[in-house]
């Protein structure tokens, strides 16, 4: 048995997580995406891996506020996500890398993005 990478790479480090794993929830706002997106630069600089939940995030084509059919969808987030995980070295470890998670009944993936 032996422990998860990032404890390897990191233990006795004043810097670095310790968790190999962090789950997150993005909040259908633009103040949740890009505060999601911040917290996702910092974990994975700290080499964690990240996992996040999209399906609150409005489809595309849906209404904000009083403004009809304006939303751009999850798909231009999720590239922004992308972006920054590619950015963000882990710590010369290795690359970022952010597994997305969204419902099969979400608006998105009915309608073929």
């Not at 929830?25 to 630069?41: E, F, K, P, Q, R």
């Not at 595309?60 to 920054?84: A, E, Q, Y």
């Not at 882990?90 to 998670?101: M, S, T």
């Amino acid at each position: 048995m032996t422990v998860a990478t990032p404890t390897l790479s990191n233990a006795g480090k004043s810097y670095g997580q310790l968790s190999s794993c962090f789950i997150d929830t993005v909040d259908d706002s633009l103040d949740g995406i890009y505060l999601n997106n911040w917290d996702i630069a910092r974990l994975s600089k700290d080499g964690g891996g990240i996992g996040i939940y999209y399906g609150k995030v409005r489809a595309l084509g849906s209404d904000i506020k009083k403004f009809k059919g304006n939303s751009s969808g999850v798909v231009p987030w999720i590239r922004l996500l992308n972006d920054t995980a590619v950015s963000v070295d882990q710590l010369g470890q290795r690359q970022g890398a952010v597994a997305i998670y969204l419902d099969v009944f979400h608006k998105d993936i009915m309608n073929g993005f």
